[in-house]
């Protein structure tokens, strides 16, 4: 694409300059993604307390709430078990109520079948902006790989995001092993917006007969702007019956990949490759847990934080330069 089209010259291209309009609503939403308050809420002390069970076992302590709150602060603050449960013990007790702290390991084995709520559109169509990328897994350190060599193959999994391109918000998140491919996750990752799709945008990985097949079966009449292969051909009925491909195509032929891009709004899809590096730089570029439920919830959680995040402020850009 871009970088592509202008490798020769890249060098000579100079780096556009951009101007925040709203900073102090901006900074100030940038503070406050540190506030106790914003992230320990009045809502989650009310529901602190689990409900009593009605058939056999035992009473549960702590309600969903409970645990996912937890967790969150545990995301945000990027601790370890046990550090969260000092900070919700230290919380309590500067509040001065009088409630439970769950340990570290309640806060393991919950996470494991934690049900955390998906993010909402809102039932309004949305124009779903895709992308992928690894998060490693836990291991070795760094310096021990250099000083001993590492005992085990670095392992990760793939991580794939869904944004909205009028909201910026993350409307879907899915976690698999990484020899999945992009191009497989669509389906999971449709399934997980509740609102209807008006366009589909993703990189060349997504092209393929399956995402569109995929797309088409969930959100009829959606457009799917992916850029086709450089030594893609027109299919069998380009002239009488054209598909969403074919059209690309022809539009390339006509404008060049560059005047596609501007006509097909495919430059929209900036947004979702910035969320990649906003989750590494936020969250971090690994997953702390060990198992597949908990690396789901804590996955789920952090897109939460993230949207969460934006809510609290979103810079607003004009171009200067």
């Not at 709150?69 to 309590?92: W, Y």
């Not at 992916?226 to 491909?245: G, K, L, M, W």
Request: glycine share 10%; charged share 25%.
């Amino acid at each position: 694409m871009p970088f592509k089209s202008n490798t020769a010259r890249r060098h000579h291209i100079p780096a556009q300059r951009q101007k925040v309009t709203n900073w102090a609503e901006y900074d100030a939403g940038l503070r406050a993604r540190g506030s106790l308050t914003v992230w320990f809420t009045a809502e989650a002390i009310a529901g602190w307390r689990a409900e009593a069970r009605v058939g056999r076992g035992g009473q549960p302590k702590y309600s969903a709430l409970a645990i996912a709150t937890a967790l969150t602060l545990r995301a945000v603050f990027r601790l370890a078990l046990r550090q969260t449960e000092g900070l919700i013990g230290s919380i309590l007790q500067l509040l001065g109520l009088d409630l439970a702290v769950p340990d570290h390991t309640t806060l393991s084995r919950r996470a494991e079948t934690l049900e955390v709520p998906r993010p909402r559109c809102g039932g309004e169509p949305v124009h779903l902006l895709v992308d992928g990328t690894g998060l490693r897994l836990c291991g070795p350190g760094e310096w021990l790989e250099e000083k001993h060599g590492s005992k085990r193959r670095r392992a990760w999994k793939m991580l794939h995001l869904a944004t909205d391109a009028d909201t910026g918000q993350i409307v879907a998140s899915v976690l698999s092993e990484r020899d999945a491919d992009d191009g497989s996750q669509v389906g999971p990752l449709l399934d997980r917006v509740d609102s209807p799709v008006v366009s589909f945008t993703g990189d060349g990985a997504y092209d393929r007969d399956d995402v569109y097949a995929e797309v088409e079966a969930r959100h009829p009449g959606a457009d799917v702007i992916v850029p086709p292969r450089t030594n893609a051909v027109p299919s069998d009925t380009a002239e009488t019956t054209p598909t969403q491909r074919d059209v690309h195509l022809r539009c390339i032929a006509e404008r060049g990949r560059m005047g596609w891009q501007r006509a097909s709004g495919y430059n929209s899809r900036a947004l979702v490759e910035a969320d990649v590096p906003r989750w590494k730089r936020v969250m971090g570029d690994g997953l702390r847990s060990q198992t597949d439920g908990r690396q789901a919830t804590e996955v789920a959680i952090a897109t939460n934080v993230l949207n969460r995040m934006l809510d609290l402020g979103r810079p607003e850009y004009i171009r200067i330069a």
